[in-house]
């Protein structure tokens, strides 16, 4: 048994508006004096039957004094629980008593039911915290084993720390002398490799990929180009952000990857950047993932060469290293570690089935951008694309055991869109460089190209000769895909006129790409899906 003396719940608004969870249950609370709120357990955690029943004893005695983490906002409750409920069967239970339950989720089963009859926002998140100190209750993980005891015997530093670990419940005790202090790190995988080009192959427990495009997440107070609720409240008009709807589409989903196809932001602002680092952290706590299996590339939006990316029309104002300050702050964030000089990065993974993945992610915004020049522009170059083949080890000819090869640039190498508009068109709409990559494909035997940009889900194969001076000696085929927009508000979607995410499901024999809607308050709805043969 700990010595906890209380916990912390964390949350965050998935399915109700911004501030709409603890709006809902202090409504019930004003009216019946007392609401049951649900624990939303991640994978991996299970409830620590001893430790509940001693915290329970106090409860249903003088009262619980907890706290809610609101990983959303970085917002810190005070409430006050006066009963526990559990169930060890991973199904869950009903709620105890309906009519003291919001109604979003009155009919769903969890593990674990709080009845509280107070909660109020606390001022000063920080200073009530870093009065906690962390204690170890390894019986709330499913593997007996916590992976956090360095934070153990530690005070909270700040609600940054709390969200930053991939957890919903903390067991904690008032802070007393010679408890360390301070900020700590999580050194989890997603630190002890490099983030660019690692060498060694990803074991997941899954085998499926999550495929994000275009989400153009904005700050934007006013005609936000982002058609979701953000987590700052910003655009909370709609119900959800982004991350959200992931969760609520794909409920018991274990990604063996999430792949970002660019344009993450709308104008490359450090702010956008901040809520999109939040939003895909999120979205990897929710579904067991941590940042080594997480692939991103930016896109012409994400690389700020004028005060104005969204405008493809404006002049080049910002050098190179000065328009990828925000990406590249961003990468560090994420990764712990630099971008490399392309802003090119690369995994080995190997999917619960047995089924080998490579994936390479190309930045194809590369384009050295000059005064007076358009900027938005395709293009990867071949100093790129050579070392990109020698990082992921594709330098030595036919390979000794058959590996899915997938390929990830922002820009298309064919036409996707049923027809553009001359007197609108800016700049360039395929890559510049197209058959020089098409021509890298055939020789790196690559099976996938996935791509972002012009906001409309497509696909196409496309074959080529093996070698260009003898057609008639072979050929080599390979399938490209197109994703659409994942986040991008109505005025910017296409022919389909839906937002789009992807999911790679790796089969015993071939990969079935679907494309399917997301929407803040809708259900997904399949677009097309295909396979592509091993």
Not at 29 to 57: F, H, N, S, Y
Not at 101 to 109: G, I, L, V
Not at 245 to 264: C, E, K, N, T
Not at 372 to 383: I, K, S
Request: glycine share 6%; aromatic share 10%.
């Amino acid at each position: 048994m700990s010595d906890a003396t209380t916990f912390i719940l964390r949350f965050r608004d998935l399915v109700t508006e911004s501030g709409g969870t603890i709006s809902r249950h202090m409504d019930l609370i004003r009216d019946r004096q007392a609401v049951w709120w649900a624990w939303w357990r991640k994978a991996g955690e299970t409830v620590p039957v001893d430790e509940m029943r001693r915290l329970r004893t106090i409860a249903r005695g003088a009262g619980l004094a907890v706290y809610l983490h609101d990983s959303g906002q970085n917002k810190l409750y005070a409430a006050t629980c006066r009963d526990i409920d559990w169930t060890v069967e991973p199904e869950g239970k009903a709620s105890p008593e309906d009519t003291l339950t919001p109604d979003y989720y009155r009919q769903r089963q969890y593990m674990m039911w709080f009845k509280f009859s107070h909660i109020s926002e606390l001022p000063d998140p920080k200073e009530v915290l870093q009065k906690l100190t962390y204690v170890q209750v390894g019986s709330m993980f499913e593997t007996g084993v916590s992976r956090y005891a360095a934070f153990y015997g530690k005070a909270i530093d700040d609600s940054e720390e709390l969200t930053e670990q991939n957890r919903t419940i903390w067991f904690v005790r008032e802070w007393r002398i010679g408890d360390r202090t301070g900020r700590h790190v999580l050194l989890d995988a997603a630190i002890n490799i490099s983030s660019q080009f690692p060498k060694q192959r990803i074991e997941t427990a899954s085998t499926n990929v999550l495929w994000l495009s275009d989400i153009h997440f904005s700050t934007a107070t006013t005609d936000s180009p982002h058609t979701f609720a953000m987590p700052n409240g910003v655009s909370s008009v709609h119900r959800v952000t982004l991350s959200g709807a992931i969760v609520r589409d794909f409920p018991d989903a274990r990604f063996a990857a999430i792949l970002v196809s660019g344009d993450i932001t709308w104008r490359a602002g450090t702010d956008e950047f901040l809520v999109a680092r939040r939003e895909l952290q999120d979205v990897m706590n929710d579904t067991g993932m941590d940042a080594t299996r997480l692939i991103v590339v930016p896109g012409n939006h994400d690389l700020a060469y004028s005060k104005n990316p969204d405008d493809l029309s404006s002049q080049v104002e910002f050098a190179t290293v000065e328009a990828r300050s925000a990406y590249t702050q961003f990468y560090y964030d994420l990764y712990h570690e630099p971008p490399s000089e392309h802003l090119a990065m690369g995994r080995h993974l190997l999917l619960s089935n047995g089924v080998l993945v490579d994936i390479v992610a190309l930045n194809s915004s590369a384009l050295q951008q000059a005064p007076n020049r358009l900027q938005g522009h395709g293009y990867v170059g071949d100093e790129q694309l050579r070392m990109a083949a020698r990082a992921m080890g594709w330098t030595d000819g036919a390979q000794k055991r058959r590996v899915f090869r997938i390929v990830m640039l922002h820009h298309h190498l064919v036409p996707m869109n049923y027809m553009l508009d001359p007197e609108r068109l800016r700049g360039f709409s395929v890559s510049l460089d197209a058959e020089a990559i098409m021509r890298w494909l055939v020789e790196h035997r690559v099976d996938l190209v996935l791509h972002g940009h012009m906001h409309e889900p497509g696909i196409v194969r496309v074959e080529k000769p093996i070698d260009r001076s003898k057609p008639d000696a072979g050929w080599y085929g390979f399938t490209i895909a197109g994703m659409g927009t994942t986040g991008a508000h109505a005025e910017a979607l296409t022919e389909v006129g839906k937002n789009t995410v992807g999911l790679l499901d790796f089969q015993d024999d071939a990969v079935e790409v679907r494309i399917q809607t997301i929407h803040p308050s809708l259900p997904s709805t399949s677009v097309w899906k295909t396979k592509v043969s091993y």
